[in-house]
């Protein structure tokens, strides 16, 4: 099966990693244990969900704008810090360039609920940053201590003060691709409400098509880009 990826010049052949081989997902870093796209002549491959993630999603902890899959990062620096886990990333990531969000492209496909051994409740995704404590909170699966500004899920039953890392609770997980089932103009929006880890959905207005939203923000995009590049030439020559 050959398949031809955004991202790569050259076309790609499925291939079935065999045991003992070694293999690196160009697009996020991690390991290559199952099916990959192979392009044999550059050495590039990548995960099967990484090849056939959306070229844009809309995604629920960023109502505002599509978030959009890249390459590389935009940034001078060739880096971004990935708003879910807090993790740097250098590869694939989906990206809206105008409020600087960031995803990993495994963190962007993070279930809503899981079911976890250490725990007898199924646990949620929630995106908001924690309330601020007194005392630190800690992942009651690896101990230490959780973020307040970064996604994790808890468990939303009264009785249990249960809330663990994102990659805590999906250690188990098989990656899976995020399901956009929704017609561009019923997208569901989260809107809040009293509870912090609740959501109501509204069904907003909008006339774009899929590869209109795509073409604009690509071109909102690398406008920043630039304006990024020539704000640090300025302070370049003011030194």
């Known amino acids: 099966m050959e398949y031809k990826h955004f991202s790569h010049q050259h076309t790609l052949t499925l291939y079935k990693v065999q045991p003992g081989q070694q293999f690196q997902c160009h697009g996020c870093h991690l390991p290559c244990n199952d099916s990959v796209f192979a392009c044999w002549r550059c050495s590039f491959f990548l995960h099967d969900h990484c090849g056939n993630a959306n070229r844009y999603v809309k995604h629920p902890s960023h109502s505002l ?41 495994h963190c962007a496909y993070l279930p809503p609920k899981v079911s976890h051994k250490s725990h007898q409740h199924e646990v949620y995704l929630s995106f908001r940053p924690m309330d601020k404590k007194g005392s630190p909170e800690y992942c009651k699966i690896c101990t230490t201590e959780l973020s307040l500004r970064h996604w994790s899920y808890f468990c939303d039953k009264p009785e249990c003060d249960f809330r663990v890392h994102t990659f805590c609770a999906t250690s188990e997980v098989k990656p899976g691709l995020y399901q956009d089932v929704e017609p561009d103009d019923q997208v569901q929006i989260p809107t809040s409400t009293g509870n912090q880890n609740t959501c109501v959905y509204q069904t907003p207005v909008t ?13 909102l995009q690398m406008q920043l880009q630039m304006a990024q590049q020539l704000n640090q030439i300025i302070n370049s020559a003011k030194i």
């Open 207 to 219: 006339t774009a098509s899929p590869e209109e939203v795509l073409a604009e923000m690509f071109q």
């Open 65 to 105: 704008h599509p978030l959009v899959l890249i390459p590389s990062p935009t940034y001078c620096s060739g880096l971004f810090l990935c708003n879910a886990c807090g993790g740097p990333g250098s590869t694939f990531s989906y990206c809206c360039a105008l409020c600087e969000v960031d995803l990993h492209v």
